[in-house]
C-alpha cells in the first residue's frame, strides 16, 4: 500500500501543497471535515502528474466561498446543482470544492442530491479509479478510503463503472471514459466496453445537459496534450455533441506543439504555467469569431474565460518589463522569470519576436542554470561555511547570482566575496596533563615490586639459615623414603583391612602432593601414630616454617591445615638443626611400632 502521506508531501507541487492546507485551514474554522477525491487521488496513486485537486467537504461547500476569497483564491465558477466551487488558488492551482452528495437519477441525465457521508459520495461517482479520497483532517491525515477498490483497476489500467447504469444515469460519462482513455493510455474493462457500446447504439448522450456539455469542453483545453484528446473524441463521434466547430482541422497544430516544447524548457526551470489559456488561441485559430465568442459563452466556468481574455494584456506587460533596465543582468531576468506569472511567461516565450528577449529566454534555459555548477562547495567548508550556518541558503542565492553575473572568476575573489561569511576559527582544544611530579613518582611505584625483589633480605643470617635448611632437608629425604617404604611393606603384610583404617590412611595420603619430601613420607604412616608424634614438636614446627623462602607457602599451608602434616614437620625441624642423627629418631622405632601395632 501506498504511503500517501509521503506522496502528499512529495509527488504535489508547492503550489498545490499551499492549497491544501489553505482549504484545510478554513474547513477546520468551519467545523468540517474536508476530504481530497477524485482524479488527484487516481493520479497520485497511478504516478501520473496530478493536474488539479477535487475536494470534497461533508457540509455545504458554499460556506467556505467568502474564506476561500480572502485566502487569495478567485472562484472561477459555481454548479448549483452539484453544490461545487470552481476555484483558482496562488500559483495558478485549479481547485474544485464540493459537497458530499448521494444522487438518484429518476431520468436519465437528471440527478437528485441530497448531502451525504464521504462514503456514499464516493458510491455515485463514475468510475473506480475515481472512487476514492484522502483524508485531509487532523488525527487521519493521509488515510485512504477506497469501498470500490479502486487501488487494483489502477494497477490493471481499466476503467470499470461504479454502478452497471452509469451510462444511462448520467451519460456525460461516455465521454469522460473516451477523454481519461487518451490522456493516460488506460482501457475499459470487458463489461464497461460492452455497455459503452451499448451506449453509443442507443444514443444515451441525447440526454446530456448543458452544464455537461460546456464543463466537457473546457476539459480539452486544459488537457496536457489536447490535440490528442481532441482526435480521440472526434474518432469517437463526441465533439458533434460538444461543440462541433471545434476540430482538429481548425486548430494550429505545428505552434500547438511549439508550445509544449517552451513550456516543458520551463518547468526543467522550475516554472510550471497551466497551458490551458495559451492552448485556446492556438486551437481555435481557424474558427470564425462567432464561434470562438459561442465557444466562450458555453464554458462552465467564465473565470477561465476571463484569463483567456487578460493573456494579451498581461503578456505584453511582462515581455515590457522584461526588456527593460530592471532586467538587464542575468540575475535580474532570472528573478523576474521566477516571480511573473508563468502563463505570461509561456506566451511572451512563445510568441515575442523580440531578439533581446529571445536571447534571454537562450540564456535562461542553456547558460544562466550552469552557474550553479560553479558553487566553491569545498572553498566553503573550508571557510567552515556549512549547511548548519544561519543564512545558508540566502548566501548560496547570492552566489549563484553573483557567478551568473560572472562577477566572481577566480578563486582568490571568490575567496575574497565569502570572506564576511566565515564564521571565526574555534578556539584550540585544551589538553589536561599531569604534574610531572606525579609522573616521576608513577615510575618507582610500578618497578617497587622488581626492586624490592632484587633486594637482598634484612637479615642476611636467617637468609644463610633458610637455605643451609632447605639443603639439610633435601639431604635427608632419602632415609625417611626409605623407612616409609618399610612401613607400607608391613601393613600390606599383616592385613589391616578395618574401614576406619583405610578412611584414616587417605586423608593422611591426600596432602601429600603438595608438600616436601618428608611430609610425603610421614602421611603413610597410621593415623594413630600421628595422634602420638604431635604433642611431641608443636614449637619446632613454628620456627621452620618462619625460615623457610615465601615459595614453601603452600607446603606452609597445608601443614598447619591437616594434622598429620603439623606432625611430621615437628620432626623434620631438629633435624635441620643437628644433623644426621637427628634424622634417624624421625623415622626410627617410633614408626615401626606404630605399624606394628596396628598390624595386631
Do not use: C
Request: charge should be positive; charged fraction near 30%.
Amino acid at each position: 500500500m501506498a504511503d500517501y502521506i509521503y506522496l502528499l508531501e512529495n509527488r504535489l507541487s508547492k503550489a498545490q501543497q499551499a492549497s491544501l492546507k489553505t482549504v484545510r485551514e478554513v474547513a477546520r474554522a468551519k467545523g468540517l471535515t474536508v476530504f481530497l477525491v477524485g482524479g488527484a487521488v487516481r493520479d497520485l496513486t497511478s504516478g501520473s502528474p496530478v493536474r488539479d485537486l477535487d475536494v470534497v467537504v461533508q457540509g455545504n461547500a458554499f460556506k467556505l466561498k467568502k474564506d476561500i476569497e480572502k485566502a487569495g483564491g478567485v472562484v472561477t465558477g459555481e454548479s448549483e446543482a452539484g453544490q461545487a466551487l470552481f476555484v483558482r488558488l496562488p500559483g495558478g492551482v485549479r481547485m474544485e470544492i464540493g459537497s458530499t452528495l448521494s444522487v438518484t437519477y429518476p431520468k436519465p441525465g437528471k440527478p437528485v442530491v441530497k448531502a451525504a457521508t464521504i462514503l456514499d459520495d464516493l458510491r455515485r461517482r463514475d468510475f473506480t479509479a475515481n472512487a476514492m479520497a484522502l483524508s485531509l483532517n487532523d488525527g487521519s491525515y493521509g488515510l485512504l478510503m477506497d469501498p470500490l477498490n479502486g487501488v487494483a483497476d489502477i494497477e490493471n489500467r481499466e476503467l470499470r463503472l461504479v454502478s452497471n447504469y452509469g451510462f444511462i444515469e448520467d451519460p456525460v460519462r461516455m465521454i469522460r471514459a473516451a477523454r481519461y482513455m487518451a490522456r493516460l493510455g488506460w482501457q475499459m474493462d470487458e463489461r464497461t466496453q460492452a455497455r459503452y457500446e451499448t451506449g453509443k447504439q442507443e444514443e444515451y448522450i441525447a440526454a446530456m445537459g448543458d452544464f455537461h456539455r460546456g464543463y466537457e469542453t473546457e476539459e480539452i483545453f486544459h488537457e496536457e496534450d489536447p490535440l490528442r484528446v481532441l482526435r480521440r473524441l472526434e474518432s469517437e463521434g463526441w465533439m458533434k455533441h460538444l461543440f462541433p466547430a471545434l476540430s482538429v482541422a481548425k486548430a494550429n497544430v505545428t505552434e500547438l506543439e511549439r508550445l509544449r516544447d517552451v513550456q516543458s524548457q520551463l518547468q526543467m526551470q522550475g516554472i510550471h504555467p497551466e497551458a490551458a489559456v495559451a492552448n485556446f488561441p492556438l486551437l481555435t485559430a481557424k474558427m470564425t469569431p462567432k464561434e470562438i465568442a459561442a465557444l466562450k459563452q458555453s464554458f462552465a466556468r467564465q473565470g477561465f474565460v476571463n484569463e483567456i481574455e487578460a493573456l494579451e494584456d498581461e503578456a505584453k506587460a511582462f515581455a515590457a518589463e522584461f526588456s527593460g533596465k530592471g532586467a538587464s543582468a542575468p540575475s535580474q531576468a532570472w528573478k523576474l522569470l521566477h516571480s511573473a506569472k508563468p502563463e505570461s511567461i509561456l506566451w511572451v516565450a512563445h510568441t515575442s519576436k523580440n531578439a533581446g528577449i529571445q536571447a534571454k529566454f537562450k540564456g535562461f534555459f542553456t547558460e544562466w542554470a550552469q552557474a550553479k555548477q560553479k558553487v566553491p562547495y569545498a572553498l566553503m567548508q573550508e571557510m567552515r561555511i556549512v549547511p548548519e550556518l544561519p543564512g545558508y541558503e540566502e548566501l548560496l542565492d547570492k552566489l549563484f547570482f553573483e557567478l551568473m553575473d560572472g562577477k566572481l572568476g577566480t578563486v582568490e575573489e571568490m575567496k575574497a566575496y565569502l570572506e564576511p561569511y566565515s564564521p571565526p576559527a574555534p578556539p584550540p582544544p585544551v589538553h589536561l596533563r599531569r604534574p610531572r611530579v606525579a609522573r616521576k613518582d608513577a615510575k618507582p611505584a610500578k618497578s617497587r615490586k622488581k626492586a624490592a625483589a632484587a633486594e637482598p633480605s634484612e637479615n642476611g643470617e636467617e637468609a644463610a639459615a633458610a637455605e643451609g635448611d632447605e639443603a639439610a632437608s633435601v639431604k635427608s629425604a632419602a632415609p625417611v623414603k626409605a623407612a616409609a617404604k618399610a612401613v607400607a611393606t608391613k601393613a600390606v603384610a599383616a592385613k589391616v583391612a578395618a574401614a576406619p583404617v583405610k578412611a584414616a590412611a587417605h586423608k593422611a595420603a591426600t596432602p601429600v602432593k603438595k608438600v616436601p619430601a618428608p611430609v610425603k613420607a610421614a602421611a603413610k604412616t597410621p593415623a594413630k601414630k600421628a595422634v602420638v608424634v604431635k604433642s611431641a614438636a608443636k614449637k619446632p614446627v613454628a620456627k621452620v616454617a618462619a625460615k623457610k623462602s615465601p615459595a614453601k607457602a603452600v607446603a606452609k599451608k597445608a601443614v598447619v591445615k591437616k594434622a598429620p602434616v603439623k606432625k611430621v614437620a615437628a620432626k623434620a625441624a631438629p633435624a635441620k638443626k643437628t644433623g644426621h642423627p637427628a634424622k634417624k629418631a624421625v623415622a626410627k622405632k617410633p614408626v615401626v611400632k606404630a605399624a606394628a601395632k596396628k598390624g595386631r
